[in-house]
Structures are given as structure tokens and as C-alpha cells.
């Protein structure tokens, strides 16, 4: 039997959720073939041209719909000059008419389960009234209880949630930290949820980049720097930039693809004032083989981010953004709990704390062996578990999204 398979995400901020769906689509790839019988393809659904520049497996495809992004009053298109309701409809209408002709036997959607203003709600609907088995995809943590309820309340409740879901996979241990517990998933969707294990071993690489991995990684022994997609990473890079590196010790800081230009230039420039030894790039080939063989690393708190570091052995400082959500600190915080990290407030963290974590960092290793790091190795049997449950089917909905 020949399985197909589409996987979600909104990218409004970042590539972190389409870069999760992508491990997802290479872990079933693998995987689940040997539990079904059959090949298995799919498409992945992302929402910033950025993700389809990552290879897929033999047998999957990107569909890159118009960018949407956060705006003061709620989100508006990223680059069309359309009214952001009609921006969401023209989305909606097309992951419809995707699926609709496409027929995959199970879909999963990452982190929102209606997409940007409920673009999916009418997807979903379809998908079920077909007998597609649906599944939402979750970070370890959302954020304060507070705010992830009035995010469910905010969506018809999780009762309304749960009613369109099979299932929904926490991509994290709970042991570390368990959302189910802290009241950020509510019971509805509780009941649906198993926890995976972090994304982290297995993860596969990203594109080739045109600059080849030897020409940037510094000779050992080196310290790094990643900010994730560095859209919002300026911060922690002018301090990772303008702070002193260990003796024999070479720097490389990755500001992420998204970072303004300006502010790279400007990172550039802190950095030569202060070390010959530090070079910036915009993105490297294999960042999780950098952060294995660095002999310490700065990062931000982002899932993924944090997943490529679990994966390894390497000293890991946390300085996790706190902004817009509180995601970050409260992962970080689990984490260094535990003793897989070490965490700063970005808002007191200074370049002098960076310059003595690296001086004191760089001659030990850090064992994170009492972390479940293997959730790709549990999503082709939770996929084929769920696969070969009958699913019943429900009215088909109208096209009409709001």
C-alpha cells in the first residue's frame, strides 16, 4: 500500500516549524515503509520561500504558499499587496484544492491547528469528511498557562480543537517538561497527546550551501554562535561579537538567514573591531556537525535550536528571546535544570558573561544522556499505529473560511 502524507506549517516568524515537518517528512520516509508495506510521499505546506530551499526525500515536494507575517494588528501579507482576508482566503483556498487532489492518508499540522485566522478550519473539515487522519504537531512547551489558554479559548476551545484532531504528538520529553501538567494543553487535547521525545537525533541536513562547508568551519579549536533564523538574534550577536575568545580560539557566528542585512554589516563590524579570530556568516551547511565539534556554543532557546545542541555533547549557554513569548525561557530553564544547558536573561546577559561562559566552557563536555532525544524514531509507528485505525467520515464543509 502506497502512503501519502502532508505536513503544515504557517512561517509567519522564522523557518523553525518547517524545518520540524521536514525531519517528520525524512524520519516517515525512512521509517515507515517497512511498517505499511508500500512507499510513501507527500508534501510539505510552508508559508516563507526560504523553506523550499531544503531537499526533501525521493518522493516529496514543497507547496510554498504567499507569505503572511505578524503585523501590529495581527498578521498581513509578507510581500502581496492584497487586504490580509483576502490574502488568507487565496492560502486556504489553495491548501484546499492541494489536498483535495493529492488525497493523502494522514496530515499534520505544526503548532496551529487552524493556521494563520483560520485558514485551515475548512481544510480540516475536508480532510475528515475524506477519512484523512489528522494530527497536530507540538513543541515541548507553548508558553504560560495564562496565555496558552486564552489561545485555545481564542480558537472555539479545545474541545472544538480536539473535535478535528486524531491525535496530537508533543515533540519533547516529559519528564523534562510535560505541557499536559502545567495546564498549556488542555485536557480535551491532553487526552489525545503522546510525547515523543525531542526531534533531535536523526535530524537531517539542510541545503548545500554555495560555499562549501570546509571554507567555513574555523580550524579547532573553535567556539560558535547560531541565533536560528536570526530575526530576532541582533541582540546576542553584537554581544557574542564584541566578546573575548579563549586563547587559541577561533569564532564563528552564524546570524541566521533572516537577519537584516544592516544588522549584519553592523555584527561584521563589532567583530573585526574586537577579534581577527571571529568570522560572520549568514548560514552555514550541517549546523548540527558545527555545534558537535565546536568546543562551546551561544545560542538562542528555539525548538530547533535546541534540538541540534541536545544532540550532541557541546557546552551549551541558552540566552532564549523573551519578547513576544515566553517559550523560550521556560524551555531553557527546564533544560538547565536538568543540567543540559546553562541559561542568561537576554535582558542582563552582557558580553563579559559570554567572554568568562567560553573561558570556562571550552575544556569540558556536557552528557545529556538522561534526555529522550529520539522522537524521530517514535513518529513512523505513531504514524502507522494511527494509519491503520479507521477513521470515520464527516459531512464535507463549503470553501468559505470565515
Not at 374 to 380: E, F, K, R, S
Not at 383 to 396: G, K, M, R, T
Request: contains cysteine; hydrophobic residues 45%; negative net charge.
Amino acid at each position: 500500500m502506497d502512503t501519502t502524507i502532508a505536513l503544515y506549517s504557517h512561517d509567519s516568524v522564522g523557518l523553525g516549524h518547517a524545518r520540524r515537518n521536514r525531519a517528520l517528512a525524512y524520519a516517515l520516509a525512512e521509517h515507515l515503509p517497512a511498517l505499511t508495506g508500500g512507499s510513501v510521499g507527500g508534501l510539505l505546506i510552508a508559508g516563507h520561500a526560504d523553506a523550499g530551499r531544503d531537499p526533501l526525500p525521493e518522493g516529496w515536494d514543497w507547496l510554498v504558499l504567499p507569505g503572511m507575517t505578524r503585523t501590529r494588528g495581527g498578521y498581513g501579507p509578507r510581500s502581496l499587496g492584497m487586504e490580509p482576508a483576502a490574502l488568507r482566503d487565496l492560502r486556504s483556498a489553495t491548501i484546499d484544492a492541494a489536498l483535495a487532489a493529492l488525497d493523502p492518508a494522514l496530515f499534520i499540522a505544526d503548532r496551529h491547528p487552524f493556521g494563520i485566522d483560520g485558514e485551515l478550519r475548512p481544510v480540516l473539515a475536508n480532510l475528515r469528511a475524506r477519512g484523512t487522519a489528522t494530527v497536530l504537531g507540538l513543541r515541548d512547551v507553548l508558553d504560560t498557562p495564562r496565555v496558552a489558554a486564552a489561545e485555545w479559548e481564542a480558537l472555539g476551545g479545545a474541545e472544538r480543537v480536539a473535535s478535528l484532531l486524531d491525535e496530537v504528538w508533543i515533540y519533547g520529553d516529559d519528564r523534562v517538561y510535560d505541557p499536559r501538567l502545567t495546564g498549556e494543553l488542555p485536557p480535551a487535547l491532553a487526552q489525545l497527546a503522546t510525547a515523543t521525545g525531542y526531534l533531535a537525533h536523526g535530524r537531517p541536513a539542510g541545503r548545500v550551501a554555495t560555499t562549501s562547508r570546509a571554507s567555513l568551519k574555523p580550524a579547532p579549536p573553535y567556539v560558535l554562535t547560531v541565533l536560528g533564523g536570526g530575526s530576532d538574534g541582533a541582540d546576542l550577536a553584537r554581544l557574542a561579537a564584541s566578546a573575548r575568545l579563549p586563547e587559541g580560539h577561533r569564532h564563528l557566528l552564524i546570524t541566521g538567514p533572516q537577519m537584516p542585512d544592516q544588522e549584519i554589516a553592523e555584527i561584521r563590524g563589532l567583530a573585526a573591531a574586537t577579534s581577527a579570530s571571529t568570522s560572520v556568516v549568514r548560514s552555514a551547511p550541517d549546523v548540527p556537525e558545527l555545534i558537535a565539534e565546536a568546543a562551546s556554543v551561544v545560542c538562542m532557546g528555539g525548538y530547533n535550536t535546541m534540538a541540534e545542541v541536545m544532540a550532541t555533547a557541546t557546552p551549551a549557554l541558552v540566552v532564549p528571546r523573551s519578547r513576544r513569548r515566553q517559550e523560550q525561557p521556560r524551555r531553557a530553564r527546564a533544560l538547565a535544570t536538568l543540567g543540559a544547558v546553562e541559561t542568561r536573561d537576554a535582558e542582563a546577559v552582557t558580553a563579559e558573561d559570554i567572554t568568562d561562559w567560553w573561558a570556562r566552557s571550552v575544556t569540558g563536555r556536557t552528557d545529556r544522556s538522561h534526555i529522550d532525544l529520539d522522537g524521530l524514531a517514535l513518529i513512523a509507528p505513531l504514524a502507522a499505529q494511527l494509519l491503520s485505525a479507521s477513521v470515520p467520515a464527516v459531512p464535507e464543509v463549503s470553501r468559505h473560511v470565515g
